[in-house]
């Protein structure tokens, strides 16, 4: 019976998932009313997550594990969800009939990566993987005007079946190796094997499962589109608590394998170096502001590489400090767009022009996020970069570095491009004012505190994330 | 000295002031002059090193401090900064456009400023360095004038692509220092080997050379100043190129001294392409924000090269080129400020004969132009001094080229004075009045301070030698 306390916060979101099953049979639709039962209820969510954060152990046959790196990753994930569901008072990229439903799959999604985060076990990963990932097939398609973006849906749905397709393969690969399914057992058996082509090629590839979920190149092909074609709410959940699980996994995953294998961190570095320089360079060209990020986003799932592959401890909880830099500098971006654009429409970067008169406070939000992205102190998107950078050096990976120190320059271009356009330009006919209401306010000072807090006292954090780093298996 | 981390803070209070901004901003950049003025009374010259601590951990498992400390070096540069500040705001008291915006950015800058000299911890420097950067962005784009976007797009990439070498570079360190510290100090201690040291020394120039406009990565800077606003030149040439020379002494030549040994003859011969470079392309300029661009390429090109000799001449007269080329710059940048805001033009054909119609104004204009020059009685004049006679000793075609250089500059700014001031009186801006008493204030104060410090040399450099002593018996 204690066991399942410690699988309390994934209970709380099988019952929230529950709650708006049942709410989604009804054929009347409250919008409003559907967004209080979906705030209280994804707060609570956090709030249980927090009480539940410094348990540990074992469940489900040793295949779930319950540790501080996990419950880390669970309360990103509890406040990712808190956070995006939080901006859907504007609800109108997805019809009104649809809201519960949409409300019920980001619970179930938060549920699958939830389990994600914990799973040890090979086949458990593939289980709480595809939980996460159809609920978000489902999720993308369902924005208004289906017949302009029916594209995003189908491309998605494609590219990530084949994705798993490609996991599944070299997990067989792995256990043909190893002869086991469990993490900790191979990890006995690893060192061992890690030169056989064999291991390689399974690893690899069952390391692009979770590369396609995390958008690194070259499995980035739907982000642009999917992250354009989905309402921006979804975009928001896409963009920042799937990151997150995507994250976990792969630290949990390459850690593992040990570095014992030059190819396999070759083939690391080289990952990492095409998705920084990749995603840099094609987000200058971009004109939305949404397929902008997506760009961004794979060349930050680069950066985050970078920490990931230096295969020391330093380098997981940098990886992980990264990961939360990430989670609040994307989410003060996004909140920007979602208000701005509040009738569900894609942002042009053109149409930002006056910001700093329609709302100085949204564009101060966003100048400090993008600042963050870029990597310019006193953000904590540079403290994130600086940390990640250190653990890389420490492994002597300096032309990494000075790579990824170039490509941060590059990045400044476009995230300037998009801060002139906030503050410089003006607009060619006015746009209507922004209304804000004053948890938005709250909300997005509160970002502020927390991106330059973090930034400049990163003494605790760094702390936890490197706690939470220890207690990987 | 922590009423100097006071001040900091101090500083962005005027962000929600709504129109006493320009009254409150210049009440705190008189204060931290004061203040300033205080430190550098305080400082005891004898015991020299580093005074007024402040020590605190900041980041335990990376070994980060909050360190904050005033030697001989820095000090001078404080000075500066508090001077430049307390001018600009003076110079921008007609700004009407976003008044609110630009004061608290120039704050910010500022502030950016005031702690890399104040640090010395690396990533204190770098986080610092990186905070006086952006603001510059903002600030050319929005109230510059001439090509003010590609200016401060090109400006902003070229710094930043600076710090893209630094940040490997103090890492790099970092790693090999083994101790997990960032202290300066602590790692100078540690000390690394020779091969460490060269790596390192040329990822902290070039980075930081990049702001200190080295030739040949100094076409940002002419572009940046003519596109700025009068008080961002002003700090911008007066005091944040001096963040690039102030990086490469404290960072690059205090943790690598053999790594400069190895690459002093490469430094010189850089910073003596700069001074005859920019000298050369000074005499074909006819915009003057242009003209005064290019002689900070070749002024800052003086700085370089008195590093590269490793004498204490050379740093000491460096280090003093640094404040009086600071307060020179100001001072040009200030005067032509003015011109343009009256005449809206700074092309020198158009102007001509101005000394007719506002003799003051273009007083101050030559009064910058003869220290830009070296003529005795300003405070250059001991610097480049300092600077060319340690430079013959140590590099004597290079010293002899550096002389030649200064000459040329010499020609274009005689040339420059006499096309615009001198000649036949210009009808066009006969009905401009000269400067009012209140707007000369901080022009006056400037060229007190040249001629303050040209009579009195001594009393900067005690500080600054308290400090290079030391420094370079330790090399």
């Given at each position: 019976m204690m066991k399942w306390v410690l699988f309390t916060p994934e209970l709380y979101y099988v019952l929230m998932a529950l709650v708006f099953f049942c709410l989604s049979l009804r054929i009347k639709s409250e919008p409003r009313k559907l967004y209080g039962y979906a705030i209280v209820m994804s707060a609570l969510g956090l709030v249980v997550t927090l009480i539940f954060a410094c348990q540990e152990g074992m469940l489900f046959f040793d295949a779930y594990r319950v540790d501080l790196f996990s419950q880390v990753f669970k309360v990103l994930l509890a406040a990712g969800t808190f956070l995006v569901i939080f901006c859907c008072s504007e609800l109108k990229g997805i019809d009104e009939r649809q809201h519960a439903e949409f409300y019920f799959l980001v619970a179930i999604c938060t549920l699958g990566m939830m389990m994600l985060v914990s799973s040890v076990e090979l086949l458990t990963i593939y289980v709480s993987i595809e939980l996460s990932s159809y609920s978000l097939y489902l999720m993308v398609p369902m924005r208004r005007n289906t017949e302009m973006f029916a594209e995003t849906g189908v491309k998605y749905f494609m590219i990530g079946v084949t994705a798993s397709a490609f996991m599944l393969f070299g997990i067989s690969y792995i256990f043909g190796v190893t002869h086991t399914t469990y993490i900790v057992e191979m990890m006995k058996v690893m060192p061992g094997v890690i030169k056989e082509p064999a291991a390689i090629i399974g690893i690899i590839?069952?390391?692009?499962?979770?590369?396609?979920?995390?958008?690194?190149?070259?499995?980035?092909?739907?982000?642009?589109?999917?992250?354009?074609?989905?309402?921006?709410?979804?975009?928001?959940?896409?963009?920042?608590?799937?990151?997150?699980?995507?994250?976990?996994?792969?630290?949990?995953?390459?850690?593992?394998?040990?570095?014992?294998?030059?190819?396999?961190?070759?083939?690391?570095?080289?990952?990492?170096?095409?998705?920084?320089?990749?995603?840099?360079?094609?987000?200058?060209?971009?004109?939305?502001?949404?397929?902008?990020?997506?760009?961004?986003?794979?060349?930050?799932?680069?950066?985050?590489?970078?920490?990931?592959?230096?295969?020391?401890?330093?380098?997981?909880?940098?990886?992980?400090?990264?990961?939360?830099?990430?989670?609040?500098?994307?989410?003060?971006?996004?909140?920007?767009?979602?208000?701005?654009?509040?009738?569900?429409?894609?942002?042009?970067?053109?149409?930002?022009?006056?910001?700093?008169?329609?709302?100085?406070?949204?564009?101060?939000?966003?100048?400090?996020?993008?600042?963050?992205?870029?990597?310019i102190p006193p953000t904590v998107g540079f403290t994130g970069k600086f940390l990640v950078f250190a653990a890389a050096l420490e492994k002597g990976y300096l032309t990494l570095v000075v790579i990824g120190m170039i490509n941060a320059t590059i990045s400044l271009y476009y995230y300037l491009i998009v801060i002139k356009a906030a503050y410089l330009l003006e607009p060619v006919r006015p746009y209507p004012a922004i209304r804000l209401d004053g948890w938005t306010k709250a909300m997005s000072i509160g970002l502020m505190i927390l991106m330059v807090y973090l930034g400049l006292f990163p003494d605790q954090f760094v702390a936890l994330t490197e706690a939470a780093a220890r207690s990987l298996p | 000295m922590s009423t100097i981390v006071c001040l900091l803070v101090i500083m962005f209070i005027p962000d929600d002031r709504p129109k006493l901004v320009k009254q409150v901003s210049l009440f705190f950049s008189a204060v931290g002059l004061v203040l300033c003025l205080w430190l550098y009374h305080a400082y005891d010259v004898q015991k020299g090193g580093l005074q007024f601590v402040e020590r605190i951990l900041w980041v335990k498992s990376l070994g980060i401090y909050w360190f904050m400390a005033v030697d001989g070096i820095n000090l001078p540069m404080l000075l500066l900064t508090a001077v430049v500040l307390f001018t600009g705001v003076l110079t921008m008291w007609d700004l009407e456009l976003r008044v609110k915006e630009f004061f608290a950015l120039m704050f910010l800058l500022v502030a950016g400023v005031y702690g890399v000299f104040l640090s010395m911890d690396l990533f204190w420097i770098f986080v610092w360095y990186d905070v006086s950067l952006f603001p510059m962005y903002p600030l050319i784009a929005i109230w510059g004038g001439t090509r003010k976007e590609y200016g401060a797009m090109k400006l902003t990439l070229y710094l930043l692509a600076g710090s893209a070498l630094i940040l490997p570079g103090i890492l790099y360190l970092w790693v090999q220092g083994g101790a997990h510290t960032f202290d300066i100090f602590e790692l100078q201690r540690i000390g690394f080997s020779p091969l460490v040291q060269k790596v390192a020394f040329v990822m902290l120039y070039l980075g930081f050379g990049i702001l200190a406009a080295v030739w040949p990565f100094h076409t940002w800077s002419p572009v940046g100043h003519v596109a700025a606003p009068t008080a961002v030149s002003m700090i911008h040439a007066g005091v944040l190129m001096k963040l690039g020379a102030y990086g490469i002494l404290r960072l690059a030549m205090t943790l690598c001294p053999e790594g400069l040994a190895y690459w002093s003859d490469f430094v010189a011969l850089l910073a003596t392409v700069g001074i005859v470079y920019g000298a050369f392309v000074g005499l074909a300029q006819t915009d003057l924000k242009y003209v005064i661009g290019y002689s900070s390429v070749s002024h800052m090109g003086m700085v370089g090269l008195g590093l590269s000799t490793m004498t204490v001449n050379g740093i000491n007269g460096a280090v003093f080129q640094m404040f009086a080329h600071g307060v020179m710059t100001a001072l040009f940048f200030s005067s032509v400020g003015y011109i343009y805001d009256r005449t809206h033009t700074k092309m020198i054909p158009d102007l001509g004969g101005l000394s007719n119609t506002m003799p003051i104004a273009s007083a101050f204009f030559i009064v910058a132009a003869f220290a830009g020059i070296g003529v005795p009685c300003m405070a250059s004049f001991w610097a480049e001094l300092m600077v060319f006679v340690s430079a013959v000793k140590t590099f004597p075609v290079r010293g002899i080229f550096a002389v030649l250089?200064?000459?040329?500059?010499?020609?274009?700014?005689?040339?420059?004075?006499?096309?615009?001031?001198?000649?036949?009186?210009?009808?066009?801006?006969?009905?401009?009045?000269?400067?009012?008493l209140f707007m000369a204030t901080p022009r006056i104060i400037l060229v007190g301070i040249i001629i303050f410090f040209g009579f009195f040399p001594r009393i900067i450099l005690d500080v600054i030698?308290?400090?290079?002593?030391?420094?370079?018996?330790g090399l």
């Open positions: 590839l069952a390391l692009s499962g979770f590369f396609f979920k995390q958008a690194l190149f070259p499995f980035h092909m739907w982000a642009p589109d999917v992250y354009q074609g989905s309402a921006n709410q979804v975009t928001a959940y896409i963009a920042t608590a799937s990151k997150m699980a995507a994250a976990a996994l792969v630290i949990r995953f390459v850690g593992f394998t040990g570095g014992g294998s030059p190819v396999f961190v070759n083939v690391l570095v080289a990952l990492s170096v095409l998705s920084m320089s990749f995603g840099n360079l094609v987000a200058i060209i971009q004109k939305d502001l949404k397929r902008l990020l997506a760009y961004s986003s794979i060349a930050h799932a680069g950066y985050m590489m970078v920490g990931i592959l230096s295969m020391s401890s330093r380098g997981y909880s940098t990886a992980i400090y990264y990961a939360i830099a990430y989670l609040v500098m994307n989410f003060a971006v996004f909140m920007v767009i979602m208000k701005i654009a509040d009738d569900g429409h894609n942002l042009q970067i053109k149409e930002l022009a006056g910001l700093h008169k329609r709302s100085p406070l949204l564009a101060l939000t966003l100048m400090l996020g993008l600042f963050g992205l870029a990597g | 250089g200064l000459v040329v500059s010499a020609l274009f700014m005689l040339r420059v004075v006499q096309k615009t001031f001198y000649g036949e009186r210009n009808e066009r801006w006969a009905h401009i009045p000269d400067v009012t030698q308290s400090a290079v002593v030391p420094f370079v018996a």
